[in-house]
């Protein structure tokens, strides 16, 4: 029997599988006018919150983009390429951003709320993973290979998209892939599970935002909105 071996746990930057969307070209000029009170805040992220996203996110996912969506001010989400977003930030091009709150920013203001996503192994229903000889995994051409709680032989394979990954597993052509819980959901299949081994990585993705006094205002409002939202409040 394959013999699992223990994976550790720990909190850091992990590259977000692949409901990240790119944007082609957009174009930024510098945020002069966030000093008016009604001006909506720009706020960028690696990840398209899409009606579809949020329909299969995890309920703390869900409540986080719906509350910032819901601030009094107004909130304008662009999703724009990971490597992009702290360039803009410095620029002073954006307002805030989503991002991992293990990289430090100077400036910057961070929510007292995140949302984790956890990044697993999914396999095919019904599939013995400890009777292969071989594991074949998939994951996102884009990212790097996390250690995998596997002791034998693992051969790895790029994907286009965590589509493809779900259609590969159904297939029997892979046996598992990484990815997180709300990418697999979005496929809406029933062929794939989690395969029951530890996480792979946890990634906190919190609102940071320019250290000025308007943002500072809303940012301290968007955390009260999670206190006024508790049970008995």
């Avoid at 929510?111 to 697993?120: G, M, N, T, Y």
């Avoid at 998939?138 to 965590?162: H, M, Q, T």
């Avoid at 792979?200 to 919190?206: G, H």
């Amino acid at each position: 029997m394959r013999r699992i071996l223990s994976c550790r746990r720990f909190s850091g930057l992990w590259r977000l599988p692949a409901f990240i969307v790119f944007v082609a070209a957009i174009s930024f000029e510098a945020r002069a006018d966030i000093m008016a009170v009604d001006a909506p805040v720009l706020v960028g992220a690696s990840i398209s919150f899409s009606p579809e996203w949020l329909s299969h996110a995890q309920k703390d996912q869900r409540e986080f983009v719906t509350a910032l969506r819901g601030q009094k001010r107004p909130v304008k989400i662009e999703t724009i390429p990971r490597n992009r977003l702290h360039e803009l930030m410095d620029e002073a091009k954006l307002d805030c951003i989503l991002s991992s709150t293990t990289r430090p920013m100077k400036n910057t203001f961070k929510a007292q709320r995140s949302i984790v996503f956890k990044v697993e192994l999914f396999k095919a229903k019904h599939v013995d993973l400890d009777r292969l000889p071989v594991i074949r995994i998939g994951l996102l051409a884009n990212l790097a290979k996390p250690e995998v709680p596997f002791s034998g032989k693992v051969d790895w394979y790029p994907l286009r998209s965590i589509s493809q990954g779900v259609q590969l597993l159904a297939s029997r052509r892979l046996d598992v892939i990484v990815a997180d819980q709300t990418r697999v959901a979005m496929t809406e299949t029933d062929m794939v599970v989690s395969a029951g081994l530890p996480v792979l990585r946890y990634s906190e993705i919190a609102l940071i935002c320019r250290d000025i006094p308007p943002l500072r205002d809303f940012v301290q409002a968007f955390d009260r909105s999670f206190e006024l939202s508790k049970p008995g409040m």
